[in-house]
């Protein structure tokens, strides 16, 4: 892989060693990467792209203080879940989308969707809580159903 | 210390850590990742320039106690990031800007788990290999000025290390990908393909692809072949790319991969930064083939016109022949001459351009040569 093409000074053993150590941490936590993707449904920096041809729908509700269950979609108190969102995997929600990121990642990322709209829709003082109800075919394989709820809203 | 000894102590880590060529194809890369770094930042800096901050949508913080940027902050960041990916192209204060590039671009993904994509990621390592290496010795602005203030311009040969370190990280890459893949009965089994092929169909089917052809593409029997394929290649891929007797090839496989990839699944700058790192791989050395444009003047002029135009490695040096000599005529490192189709097949797969396809015709050429040299 490698062969002396040229020639430059030769560094001193303390600059070695240094060298040396970045080398091995880089890679050790390349490799660490890439092991914990085998574990985390994100798959951060572990290079498992395209791993699942998955699909999910959701079906995502305001729960009110009086109980009552309002869909998000169309929009509610000046909010759009879209706009609210923005990243691509979790937009449409309602229709049934290919999980290109996979199932897991996307679960997740929905429930700490749902988390951040909770904390950040100022406007909205009907809603006590938000929930997904995820269905989901992994591989083609389901239906799975998932139930994913904000943390609750103060009322103020 | 008697030299024997010394030689006698040296270690195959030593040879690593002391392993010295060329930037000159590394630079060539170096122009190429700035203006593909412009083109990653392009969809961030079109919301900040219309005022759009990451925290105005749903994010996530990576790392829970880094601080959260303000919005001029972030907006002043990547215009920073795109200003070095400009400087970074033409070699202006390049060590500078290909650090800051590598700096902007890590710190924007590592913003919110929203931003991070797998092809940014690679990004990320790419541009981090280059702010390691003094890539600005070479077709940068910074070497034409030293050139003019000084008289002289410094050697690009520097200690590679980093190059070494680089090629590592992204052949881990491919076999982390491939090694996924292989332990996935759905992927090695051809579910996930087939099953995104027929997701797809209503992509394929207002192409020119036939109406059989397209039909054929959404049978499930035939990825029981492709899974398996695609899985290997990209593992030959990884581990092609490491052994030097494998390695022409494995960048011929990644090229053709690559584009595969931008044709079916358009993937931000993914095909792009993979395609523009695989000059990674260029052997770290200039000007050690010859080239000798004969004939009449003006053919010569040409041909030699033409090969400093396609030669963007430096990996020949161009001289011109007498009148008698032949066109072009291609002395090897190892001294073997070459005239006709065999020089011309030989120079176009050292054009980066021109490698996809030149490589494998001089293959199947000297191939068949070689076979007809063959005693009956």
Redesign the interface.
């Known amino acids: 892989?490698?062969?002396?093409?040229?020639?430059?000074e030769?560094?001193p053993c303390w600059r070695?060693r240094v060298?040396?150590g970045f080398?091995v941490a880089?890679?050790a936590i390349?490799?660490g990467f890439?092991l914990n993707?085998?574990r985390d449904p994100?798959?951060?920096?572990?290079?498992?792209?395209?791993?699942?041809?998955s699909?999910w729908r959701a079906d995502i509700v305001r729960v009110t203080w009086d109980g009552e269950r309002l869909p998000v979609e169309g929009g509610w108190a000046g909010y759009d879940w879209n706009?609210?969102?923005?990243?691509a995997a979790?937009q449409h929600p309602w229709r049934t989308r290919?999980a290109y990121m996979g199932v897991g990642a996307t679960i997740d990322?929905l429930d700490?969707?749902l988390d951040?709209?909770a904390a950040n829709t100022p406007d909205d003082l009907d809603t006590r809580f938000l929930e997904a109800t995820v269905t989901s075919f992994e591989?083609?394989r389901g239906p799975t159903v998932t139930v994913v709820r904000s943390a609750e809203r103060s009322l103020s | 210390m008697d030299p024997a000894i010394g030689a006698v102590q040296r270690t195959s880590w030593d040879d690593v850590l002391d392993w010295s060529g060329s930037v000159r194809a590394v630079a060539v890369m170096r122009m190429a990742m700035g203006l593909i770094t412009l083109l990653h930042l392009r969809p961030f800096l079109r919301d900040a320039a219309h005022g759009v901050s990451y925290t105005d949508h749903f994010w996530h913080p990576f790392i829970p106690w880094l601080p959260e940027l303000s919005d001029r902050a972030w907006s002043a960041l990547l215009w920073i990031g795109a200003a070095a990916a400009v400087l970074t192209t033409i070699g202006l204060w390049t060590r500078l800007a290909t650090l800051t590039m590598f700096t902007v671009v890590a710190g924007n993904l590592l913003l919110s788990t929203t931003h991070f994509r797998h092809n940014r990621a690679f990004l990320v390592i790419v541009l981090g290999g280059l702010a390691l290496l003094p890539t600005g010795r070479v077709l940068s602005i910074d070497a034409w000025r030293r050139r003019r203030t000084s008289g002289s311009a410094r050697s690009d040969v520097v200690a590679l290390w980093p190059l070494g370190l680089l090629r590592v990280q992204v052949c881990l890459v491919y076999l982390a990908s491939g090694f996924s893949k292989l332990i996935d009965p759905d992927w090695v089994g051809g579910l996930v393909l087939w099953d995104r092929v027929v997701r797809y169909r209503h992509v394929l089917e207002p192409t020119p692809i036939p109406g059989w052809a397209v039909d054929l593409l959404v049978e499930r029997p035939l990825y029981y072949a492709i899974g398996p394929a695609a899985v290997l290649t990209e593992l030959f891929i990884g581990i092609g790319l490491l052994v030097h007797r494998t390695r022409l090839l494995a960048v011929w496989v990644a090229v053709v991969f690559h584009l595969l990839i931008e044709v079916t699944a358009s993937i931000e700058i993914f095909s792009l930064a993979a395609i523009a790192a695989l000059a990674i791989w260029v052997t770290p050395s200039t000007r050690d083939r010859v080239v000798r444009a004969g004939g009449d003047g003006a053919s010569s002029a040409a041909v030699i016109m033409l090969v400093r135009a396609g030669d963007w490695f430096g990996r020949f040096r161009v001289e011109r022949g007498g009148p008698a000599e032949p066109a072009l005529l291609v002395v090897d490192r190892d001294g073997t001459m070459s005239t006709g189709g065999a020089a011309v097949g030989l120079v176009l797969s050292r054009f980066p351009l021109t490698f996809a396809a030149a490589a494998p015709m001089r293959f199947l050429t000297r191939r068949r040569a070689s076979m007809t040299e063959e005693p009956t």
């Open positions: 892989m490698f062969g002396r093409i040229g020639r430059v030769q560094r070695r060298v040396t080398i880089v890679l390349q490799v890439a993707g085998y994100h798959k951060f920096f572990a290079f498992q792209p395209f791993n699942e041809s699909t706009e609210l969102v923005d990243t979790l290919h990322f700490q969707a951040w709209i591989n083609t």
